[in-house]
């Protein structure tokens, strides 16, 4: 699938602050890109919740992983 920088970006930012749409994240982890590097941050977000295991049964994973996902929007935002 293609998607640019920028939608990957407002992806994880949506999922991490709940203002998604509902399948937006569901489509994300499930469908590969395109673009070797946004396919590498896809597949890092996939792998977020086993590095950074969750502390309630309802959240996708630790405040560390959390951090993580939104250092990855930073960097697709600044261009990094």
């Known amino acids: 699938m293609k998607r640019t920088s920028e939608e990957v970006a407002n992806t994880i930012d949506g999922f991490i602050n709940g203002t998604g749409r509902q399948w937006d994240w569901d489509g994300f982890t499930s469908i590969r890109i395109d673009d070797p590097e946004l396919e590498a941050i896809r597949q890092k977000c996939v792998a977020i919740p086993a590095e950074f295991p969750p502390s309630t049964k309802t ?16 960097g697709l935002r600044s261009g990094s």
């Open 59 to 74: 959240a996708y994973c630790g405040d560390a992983g959390l951090q993580v996902m939104r250092d990855l929007v930073k």
